[in-house]
């Protein structure tokens, strides 16, 4: 359960910043909106599991093998 939030609250912060970089810089561009969705997004993806990943790591009490 901790792990979930963690990894929702990491990609959901990185889609919040691509909306405003999009907000800012791109306004009604197709190709900015598709550009910021595919960096923030990845990137996003990629944190929310990296943080899921610790935070699992983290309440299961995991040791360094």
């Given at each position: 359960m901790v792990a979930?939030?963690?990894g929702v609250l990491a990609c959901a912060?990185?889609?919040?910043?691509g909306a405003?970089?999009?907000?800012?810089?791109g306004g009604d561009s197709l190709l900015a909106l598709l550009g910021v969705g595919l960096v923030f997004g990845g990137s996003g993806?990629?944190?929310?599991?990296?943080?899921?990943t610790m935070a699992?790591?983290?309440?299961?009490g995991d040791?360094?093998?």
């Open positions: 979930g939030a963690a912060a990185l889609f919040f910043l405003l970089v999009y907000q800012r810089l993806l990629y944190a929310g599991w990296l943080a899921g699992f790591s983290a309440v299961r040791e360094a093998a």
